[in-house]
């Protein structure tokens, strides 16, 4: 977890890739996923993409930003919801 977590930030800041990057974890360990971004990259914007389809639809416009330019550097979601949720997710970048 915390070696990817300093990889991001080194491409973020290293090597001027500020993202988004999608990081896709178990269900189970997504809070420790967050919480070792707020610990290791305080300075990145990270956003949780979990929920039922209408808080997933919420986060998409209200954090992701528009597709071209994206607000958050990460996102963490699962497996199951970036199947789900992948044509829409195909057209951020």
Request: glycine content about 6%.
């Amino acid at each position: 977890t915390i070696q990817t977590v300093s990889f991001l930030s080194y491409l973020q800041f290293g090597q001027d890739i500020p993202g988004p990057f999608l990081v896709v974890v178990p269900l189970s360990t997504v809070d420790n996923w967050i919480k070792e971004f707020r610990k290791w990259a305080p300075h990145m914007n990270v956003v949780l993409y979990i929920g039922n389809s209408t808080s997933r639809q919420i986060i998409r416009e209200y954090e992701f930003g528009d597709g071209k330019h994206m607000k958050v550097n990460a996102v963490v979601s699962t497996f199951e919801l970036v199947l789900k949720d992948k044509a829409l997710l195909r057209n951020y970048r």
